[in-house]
């Protein structure tokens, strides 16, 4: 997957978790919690999808690795070369 | 023998939540369920070719859908069932009715309450306002050890009568400790009630319930109805399955019961597998507090000014409110009275409902139940319906002549229906906060875990997959 196609499958995701998140006015190295106002609740339901989707474990310590948009290319990129 | 990543004991409204939980992310889960229909203690049930409902009198929890953290949002957000699906009417208004003494009024607007404080105990003002302070501070998911609500109450509120008042409603609605609450359960209970408020979805609880059950199902979660389980199977210091009542062995890596804690308990085939599970005996975690309801249709005229105005309203007639389980078969010194089409954009049904509800002695109605004398049972609750009536017109005016259906249910009802102990609807009066039993992969969701209210249920069972299961897996 390209760089631009990670981030797109992450704010599908988050699109899909609330339906009313404000995608447009985000900026990549911002909290995503703190910008989409979403708790930790939410957040384990961004992991939870992309295992479901991609077969990837995401174990709790890395978890603070995908707090930015920017931050979840960077941790997804290796992990789903191939997918 | 059959095999699932988690079985769940119990289809009512935290098992379901569990199970959309787990099942969302594609893992196979079976609920069993001991009835023939989805619900638990938030059931129906259908005479005359009408929908009555059990339990839900309203949904606690208000929020508006622009507050994501609010506990209505997150829940659906964590269901994935839009809000809009829903439809959400808002009471009307409630009251809490101390008659020749007090009344507070309440809705879904906080200030109605603190001005309704501030008019009728005008010098608590300021120390009911440093309350709400220390209550908003308070983070009541944290497990602690029990403290006393009342203490907490009482050493802001020096007015007794403002204090029982606020504490009526409270109770009715969710407390599973006679005459006291554990502080954290009064904490979630007054946001959901005083500082949230009353909803109803559009339509009846067969309505939210088959929702849930077919999100369940378009995720692949599968459930099995009139399927009780008679017996939890452990190996060393882990559960592996259950047996149900058929004698199916049915194999788990993980197990969630949401039959409540002393149940639980009871599904254990041994002594020493019982002990491991909890020490407590059955005295200390059965709960002894449950109700009778009456449910009446009542035809138009009866009863105009209050039913245009009043969604609940909770009474007290004693000197001093009580809350434990009553010397004789019904309370009628203090109860429950309910419109439940009173909220915004009801639809205009042909009849009133109104439904009443009562503290009850649960040994006093088993008693007759199993008496020889099966007309025993009936007469016992003809009486005290005929004697709720009396009290109950003497607050909202005499709708006995415009009575065109009635029917009442007991405490025994309730354990017949949903296999609480002593028909106790709260539950324990000792919550696990954690869920987390001495058995690894067992864990409690429901109403003895502790949150309380119909959102407060599903939160337990969304909270219990989040928390144990889901970042194991």
């Given at each position: 997957?390209t760089?631009?196609?990670?981030k797109?499958?992450v704010?599908?995701?988050i699109?899909?978790?609330?339906?009313?998140?404000?995608?447009?006015?985000?900026?990549?190295?911002?909290?995503?919690?703190?910008?989409?106002?979403?708790d930790?609740?939410?957040?384990l339901?961004?992991?939870?999808?992309?295992r479901?989707?991609?077969?990837?474990?995401i174990?709790?310590?890395?978890?603070?690795?995908?707090?930015?948009?920017?931050?979840?290319?960077?941790?997804?990129?290796?992990r789903?070369?191939?997918? | 023998?059959?095999?699932?990543?988690?079985l769940?004991?119990?289809?009512g409204?935290?098992?379901?939540?569990?199970?959309i939980?787990?099942?969302?992310?594609?893992?196979?889960?079976?609920i069993?369920e001991?009835h023939?229909?989805a619900g638990?203690?938030n059931?129906y049930?259908?005479?005359?070719?009408r929908?009555?409902?059990t339990?839900?009198?309203?949904?606690?929890?208000?929020?508006?859908?622009?507050?994501k953290h609010a506990?209505?949002n997150?829940?659906?957000?964590?269901?994935?069932?839009?809000?809009r699906?829903?439809k959400?009417?808002?009471?009307?208004?409630?009251?809490?009715?101390?008659?020749?003494r007090?009344?507070?009024?309440?809705?879904?607007?906080?200030?109605?309450?603190?001005?309704?404080?501030?008019?009728?105990?005008?010098?608590?003002?300021?120390?009911f306002?440093?309350?709400?302070?220390?209550l908003?501070?308070?983070?009541?998911?944290?497990?602690?050890p029990?403290?006393?609500?009342?203490?907490?109450?009482s050493?802001?509120?020096?007015d007794?009568?403002?204090?029982?008042?606020?504490?009526?409603?409270?109770?009715?609605?969710?407390?599973?400790?006679?005459?006291?609450?554990?502080?954290?359960?009064?904490v979630?209970?007054?946001?959901?009630?005083?500082?949230?408020?009353?909803?109803?979805?559009?339509g009846?609880?067969?309505?939210?319930?088959?929702?849930?059950?077919?999100?369940?199902?378009n995720?692949?979660?599968?459930?099995?109805?009139?399927?009780?389980?008679?017996?939890?199977?452990?190996?060393?210091?882990?559960?592996?399955?259950?047996?149900?009542a058929?004698?199916?062995?049915i194999?788990?890596?993980?197990?969630?019961?949401?039959?409540?804690?002393?149940?639980?308990?009871r599904l254990?085939?041994?002594?020493?597998?019982?002990?491991?599970?909890?020490?407590?005996?059955?005295?200390?975690?059965s709960?002894?507090l449950?109700?009778t309801?009456?449910?009446?249709l009542?035809?138009?005229?009866?009863?105009?000014?209050?039913?245009?105005?009043?969604?609940?309203i909770?009474?007290?007639?004693?000197?001093?409110?009580?809350y434990?389980?009553?010397?004789?078969?019904?309370?009628?010194?203090?109860?429950?009275?309910?419109?439940?089409?009173?909220?915004?954009g009801?639809?205009?049904?042909d009849y009133?409902?109104?439904?009443?509800?009562?503290l009850?002695?649960?040994?006093?109605?088993?008693?007759?139940?199993?008496?020889?004398?099966?007309?025993l049972?009936?007469?016992?609750?003809?009486?005290?319906?005929?004697?709720?009536?009396e009290?109950?017109?003497?607050?909202?005016g005499?709708?006995?002549?415009?009575i065109?259906?009635e029917?009442?249910?007991?405490?025994?009802?309730?354990?017949?229906?949903t296999?609480?102990?002593q028909?106790?609807?709260?539950?324990s009066?000792?919550?696990?906060?954690?869920g987390?039993?001495?058995?690894?992969?067992?864990?409690?969701?429901?109403?003895?875990?502790?949150?309380?209210?119909?959102?407060?249920?599903?939160l337990s069972?969304?909270?219990?997959?989040?928390?144990?299961?889901?970042?194991?897996?």
């Amino acid at each position: 997957m390209t760089i631009d196609e990670i981030k797109n499958v992450v704010l599908e995701i988050i699109q899909d978790i609330d339906d009313e998140a404000d995608l447009e006015n985000l900026n990549s190295g911002e909290a995503l919690r703190d910008q989409l106002d979403l708790d930790s609740m939410d957040f384990l339901d961004i992991v939870m999808e992309l295992r479901k989707r991609y077969q990837i474990q995401i174990p709790e310590a890395d978890y603070p690795q995908l707090a930015t948009l920017d931050s979840c290319v960077n941790y997804l990129t290796p992990r789903l070369k191939a997918a | 023998m059959r095999r699932y990543p988690l079985l769940i004991i119990g289809g009512g409204l935290s098992g379901l939540a569990a199970g959309i939980r787990f099942a969302r992310f594609g893992q196979k889960v079976l609920i069993l369920e001991k009835h023939v229909k989805a619900g638990g203690l938030n059931s129906y049930y259908h005479r005359r070719g009408r929908l009555f409902e059990t339990g839900l009198h309203a949904i606690t929890n208000y929020a508006p859908p622009a507050d994501k953290h609010a506990p209505l949002n997150r829940l659906l957000r964590q269901l994935k069932i839009p809000r809009r699906t829903l439809k959400l009417r808002q009471q009307f208004s409630s009251e809490i009715l101390f008659p020749e003494r007090s009344s507070l009024c309440f809705s879904n607007d906080f200030s109605t309450l603190q001005s309704q404080v501030a008019e009728n105990f005008p010098d608590s003002v300021q120390p009911f306002a440093a309350m709400i302070a220390a209550l908003d501070a308070y983070d009541p998911f944290t497990p602690r050890p029990k403290i006393s609500a009342r203490e907490f109450v009482s050493s802001f509120l020096h007015d007794t009568l403002l204090v029982e008042m606020l504490f009526c409603p409270l109770m009715f609605y969710g407390s599973s400790d006679e005459d006291d609450m554990d502080i954290s359960q009064f904490v979630i209970i007054f946001r959901a009630i005083y500082q949230e408020g009353f909803f109803r979805p559009q339509g009846t609880i067969k309505d939210l319930l088959g929702l849930l059950v077919t999100q369940y199902k378009n995720f692949g979660g599968e459930l099995e109805f009139s399927t009780g389980v008679k017996e939890i199977l452990t190996e060393n210091d882990a559960i592996i399955g259950v047996r149900t009542a058929s004698g199916e062995e049915i194999g788990c890596d993980y197990l969630i019961s949401t039959a409540g804690y002393p149940e639980t308990k009871r599904l254990f085939a041994t002594p020493d597998t019982a002990a491991k599970f909890s020490t407590a005996t059955e005295d200390k975690t059965s709960g002894r507090l449950s109700f009778t309801e009456s449910i009446y249709l009542l035809d138009k005229p009866a009863l105009k000014p209050i039913t245009e105005t009043r969604t609940i309203i909770f009474y007290n007639l004693s000197e001093q409110f009580t809350y434990h389980r009553p010397e004789k078969a019904v309370g009628l010194n203090s109860g429950v009275i309910c419109f439940p089409e009173n909220f915004e954009g009801g639809q205009n049904s042909d009849y009133i409902q109104l439904r009443v509800t009562h503290l009850a002695n649960y040994d006093a109605w088993r008693h007759a139940y199993d008496a020889d004398d099966k007309s025993l049972y009936a007469a016992m609750k003809k009486e005290w319906s005929e004697r709720s009536k009396e009290v109950v017109c003497k607050i909202i005016g005499n709708y006995q002549k415009n009575i065109v259906y009635e029917d009442t249910f007991t405490p025994v009802t309730i354990e017949r229906y949903t296999s609480r102990t002593q028909g106790a609807v709260y539950g324990s009066p000792e919550k696990i906060k954690d869920g987390r039993t001495n058995y690894e992969n067992l864990y409690i969701a429901g109403t003895d875990q502790g949150y309380l209210g119909i959102v407060g249920s599903m939160l337990s069972g969304v909270t219990m997959v989040n928390h144990h299961i889901l970042n194991k897996i």
